[in-house]
């Protein structure tokens, strides 16, 4: 019933910046929040950045991207972006979308979901 899907991913030398983006659509009645986890190799996924839908979208920051990257939406769009700073090797990992969704089920009944998008690499690399 609904769809995540990321881009912005690449490679890019330390210290650099890079920005996704995650745009989600289907039978969607509202997002509830969205965000973003990462990934790397052998490690558990780990929460990066979350914004509500509250007014003034509250954020919430994994200790270790603190004060590099920021999290943004576009309600219009039902759209999230994180704009990432200051890049360094260990922000190496594959980066995934996440969003809590209210949405119409097939008799137009709404229930509340968990969603995930695919994934998208981002390589820091000199």
């Known amino acids: 019933q609904v769809q995540l899907v990321e881009s912005g991913g690449g490679l890019v030398q330390p210290g650099g910046s890079l920005r996704l983006s995650c745009g989600a659509s289907?039978?969607?009645?509202?997002?509830?929040?969205m965000g973003w986890y990462r990934q790397a190799p052998e490690k558990e996924r780990e929460l990066v950045a979350g914004?509500?839908?509250?007014?003034?979208?509250?954020?919430n920051y994994g200790d270790s991207v603190k004060g590099r990257f920021t999290i943004s939406r576009d309600d219009a769009k039902n759209t999230v972006y994180l704009q990432m700073n200051s890049l360094k090797p260990e922000d190496t990992a594959v980066y995934y979308c996440?969003?809590?969704?209210?949405?119409?089920?097939?008799?137009?009944?709404?229930?509340?979901?968990?969603?995930w998008g695919q994934g998208t690499q981002v390589t820091v690399s000199s």
């Open positions: 914004i509500t839908s509250t007014s003034g979208g509250s954020t």
């Open positions: 996440n969003a809590d969704v209210y949405y119409y089920t097939n008799n137009y009944s709404i229930r509340e979901g968990d969603y």
């Open positions: 289907g039978r969607i009645v509202s997002i509830k929040s």
